[in-house]
């Protein structure tokens, strides 16, 4: 990769808009870039130190990829959020197939079965687990990171849990080790709802960073 | 004279863009020079940065854009001003006579205290 082509990495990383926007942003930089490039030879340079002048000339790439963010900021966003959205309802599912299949082994422990979710009624769960997934897909695409999908994972997963738990055991149509494995539910939700709603932003910021990288037009 | 940069350019960028592009359509690299060749080098900035400034009038319809080919290296992005762009360039041009002259007068005056 050249030195130009790192700059514009930098420099145009990240921004979440239509590839054929993004590619319009890449060609236009590299061609300032290059006519900068061949007016320092110009000035009787050598390559090598044309080259460094209009890069140290162009800016900060970090500085220019927080403006050209700036300015670009929610072009793509509705799209990004429902690439999220999917994506979180998509490891919703996968929390559904595992806590049925957790059913399934009757000898399951209460543990076993908190950490899949899979407690409380079977058709309230899926249709949780997918909702809730979603939600933090939604809410999570536009800041995303880490610690925005724990906390929204968090909370999600301690009001589900602690609903089930006060409704099962309350009206008395919980087991004992359904009414435990709720309880476990509520107790883990920093860790298990954390981890699945960082899964989430992380995943739909990883999945949405690759499909509208900025991609260089071959010449 | 030693280059002004940073802070003290950076405010008046739109204006400076603007004004140039009532001549003539410009594309980035172009108004970078234009700019630096007209005031002997005085006003110099980081060229990239010329660019979130070019996008953001192109939103707000103060400039439209459009691509041609060049037969001097790679295609070209110019700038052209919209109708709502002059009349913005004619506002902040009246606006920057306003206050070089206010400035000056406040270099050029007397005291009377």
């Known amino acids: 990769m050249s030195s130009i082509e790192a700059y514009l990495d930098q420099a145009c990383g990240q921004l979440y808009v239509n590839p054929a926007v993004a590619t319009d942003i890449w060609d236009e930089l590299r061609g300032h870039l290059e006519e900068l490039v061949a007016w320092h030879r110009r000035e009787g340079v050598d390559e090598e130190e044309a080259l460094r002048l209009a890069l140290a ?3 900060e790439p970090a500085k220019l990829n927080s403006y050209l963010h700036m300015v670009h900021h929610g072009d793509g966003l ?3 959020r429902l690439k999220a959205m999917a994506l979180g309802m ?3 599912s996968l929390i559904s197939l595992l806590s049925a299949l957790a059913r399934q082994m009757g000898s ?3 543990l076993l079965l908190a950490s899949v979710g899979a407690a409380g009624s079977q058709l309230y769960l899926p249709i949780g687990a997918i909702t809730t997934g979603g939600l933090i897909g939604l809410l999570s695409a536009r800041r995303g990171g880490f610690f925005v999908g724990w906390t929204l994972g968090s909370l999600a997963w301690l009001v589900a849990y602690a609903a089930v738990w006060v409704s099962g055991t309350v009206s008395g149509s919980f087991s004992p080790q359904e009414s435990l494995s709720a309880f476990y539910g509520v107790l883990l939700s920093p860790i298990l ?6 899964a989430v932003s992380l995943g739909s910021g990883a999945l949405l960073s690759a499909g509208s990288r900025l991609r260089p037009t071959i010449r | 004279m030693a280059a002004i940069g940073g802070d003290i350019l950076k405010g008046n ?4 863009i603007l004004n140039l592009l009532r001549e003539q359509p410009m594309y980035g690299f172009q108004i970078a020079k234009e700019i630096e060749r007209r005031t002997d080098g005085t006003l110099r900035f980081r060229e990239g940065l010329l660019y979130p400034a070019l996008h953001q009038l192109e939103k707000e319809g103060l400039v439209e854009s459009e691509w041609q080919e060049s037969d001097r290296g790679p295609r070209r992005k110019y700038y052209l001003l919209t109708a ?3 009349r913005e360039a004619e506002r902040l041009r ?7 002259r206010a400035v000056n007068q406040v270099f050029g005056g007397r005291s009377s205290v």
Do not use: K, Q
């Open chain 1, 57 to 59: 000339g162009f800016g």
């Open chain 1, 78 to 80: 509705w799209a990004r």
């Open chain 1, 90 to 92: 998509a490891l919703g």
């Open chain 1, 108 to 110: 399951a422990s209460p």
């Open chain 1, 193 to 198: 709802g954390g981890l699945f709603g960082a």
């Open chain 2, 13 to 16: 960028t739109l204006t400076l």
């Open chain 2, 84 to 86: 709502r762009g002059r």
């Open chain 2, 94 to 100: 009246r606006r920057w006579a306003v206050f070089s």
